[in-house]
């Protein structure tokens, strides 16, 4: 599995690290850590240093319950950072964490090469079209309602069979667009309790049917916090099994705070694949 990010060809074979960089005051985690150019830097330095191959970076909160921020606010907070991260670091691979059209277009102009987005292009409706028109991969996320509103009840006849319906009516509006690139996440902890959050894992290698690239985020949420009843910074635990399952399951994308130990999950995979 490759997919072309600005004529890079990312060998997928091997799998992959994505580290969180979270341009945000209020992230569940490291809000307000690297929300600045400065810090920023500072962060990716040290996630390129562990590992990462791609830098995700964000400027909204999606955790459960998080207010919305206006898109003046959210290019304000992106921008910037993927603009410094660039110039100090122009070979690295930047993705933009966001549901809207016009945040996601302004990033890949200044330089990002991949669009992670929670919504799947339902929280924009131009997002579809844009990424067509960019010609860029393309993260397809599963979420159900919003992150407003997407933990006060989410239920499922069948998550895993339902996420995979989702999933593929995406794909194809998304190849009707002319899109080829596409990286599936099943949205762990986006609409769904705990309980469905671990049927999905159990069933990871049924998401896409082995089509797609899988990316995994599971970096210290509450299905790993709730289960075990610690807080997000005594998650890493739990995050690594987590990851280390999900590899066997067919993951090709870890999306992480923690990279070093992401990396560390990957080499014990593979001597044991």
């Given amino acids: 599995m490759q997919i072309n990010c600005e004529g890079k060809l990312m060998d997928l074979t091997r799998p992959k690290i994505m580290g969180i960089l979270n341009a945000t005051p209020d992230s569940f985690y490291d809000g307000g850590k690297n929300n600045r150019p400065e810090s920023a830097l500072k962060q990716v330095e040290k996630l390129l240093s562990e590992g990462a191959d791609f830098i995700d970076v964000g400027g909204a909160s999606t955790r459960p319950g998080a207010a919305e921020v206006s898109e003046t606010e959210e290019l304000n907070r992106v921008i910037p950072v993927i603009d410094a991260v660039l110039k100090e670091f122009p070979e690295v691979v930047v993705s933009v964490d966001t549901y809207r059209a016009k945040v996601a277009e302004a990033a890949v102009w200044a330089g990002a090469a991949l669009i992670n987005d929670i919504s799947a292009g339902n929280m924009d409706a131009d997002m579809l079209p844009t990424v067509g028109r960019l010609k860029v991969p393309y ?98 635990n739990g995050t690594a099994l987590l990851n280390f399952y999900a590899l066997q399951k067919g993951a090709k994308i870890l999306r992480v705070h923690d990279v070093k130990e992401a990396g560390e999950a990957i080499r014990i995979w593979e001597m044991l694949a």
């Fill in 139 to 236: 993260i397809l996320m599963h979420m159900q309602g919003t992150p407003r509103n997407m933990q006060e009840n989410p239920v499922y006849e069948n998550v895993v069979l339902e996420v995979n319906s989702f999933l593929s009516e995406k794909i194809l509006a998304l190849r009707k667009l002319g899109i080829n690139d596409i990286i599936l996440d099943p949205g762990f902890g986006f609409g769904k309790t705990l309980e469905q959050n671990y049927e999905l894992m159990k069933n990871l290698d049924l998401i896409g049917f082995g089509d797609f690239p899988l990316l995994i985020g599971v970096s210290r949420k509450s299905m790993v916090t709730r289960l075990l009843g610690v807080n997000p910074s005594e998650a890493l």
